[in-house]
């Protein structure tokens, strides 16, 4: 097994991702921390990494190489494929892409619209009110949780059985940010259970942004 460093911050929900990735697998990492806020992903160094000056970023030394990812989901197939430890994709391939699509679902039509960046856009260009910026946040939890929570099934502990999947991993940081931001979940019975069931795994807890080394509370 070669090194393992991640490049994220504690309330980043992409770098989050990965991290309960990691831990399920098992995988000690080294977390290189960017703080959003202090506009750490956009020097020019790290964009040498990842020239979107996005987080999350794995760096893997292996064999003398360095390996460079980025994209959550990209990172959490990685780590998949490359390692040993609990599969986070199942066998059957309809399951598989059953996975994959609420994964997408999270990560490419919900995540993508309540982003740092579209929020400080819609706010410092738009002009646009804090109440309407919560407003537009909640109600892009509300469209994107209503399409999710009749994909999961009620007799299932996580998204798609017993064992925590690349679902698990994404739903959790996004229902994390819906509550951070005061968003009404109780119409999502299952998004809650499996929520609450995943909270009771270390690989959850120690992934989460108050268990982080570079944790500070929000400004
Ligand atoms: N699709 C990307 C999203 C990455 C992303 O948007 N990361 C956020 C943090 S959660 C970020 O770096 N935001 C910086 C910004 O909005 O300026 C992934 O899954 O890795």
Redesign the pocket.
Known sequence: MGDLILYG?C???????VRIALNLKGLAYEQKT?R?LK?E??TQGYRQLNP?????LLQHQIDGEVRVI????A?IEYLDEQFSGPALLPDDAYLRARVRAFALAV??DI??LN????L?YLKKELGISDSKKDAWYAHWIGEGFNALEPLLSAEHDFCFGSVPTLADACLVPQVFNALRFNCDISAYPNIQRIYQNCSRLPAFIQASPQHQPDFEEPV
């Open positions: 911050y309330r980043s929900s992409a770098a989050y991702r960017l959003l506009d992903h956009k979107q000056g996005l987080i999350p980025n994209q959550s989901l990172i990560c490419c995540h993508p982003n740092l960046r579209v400080a």
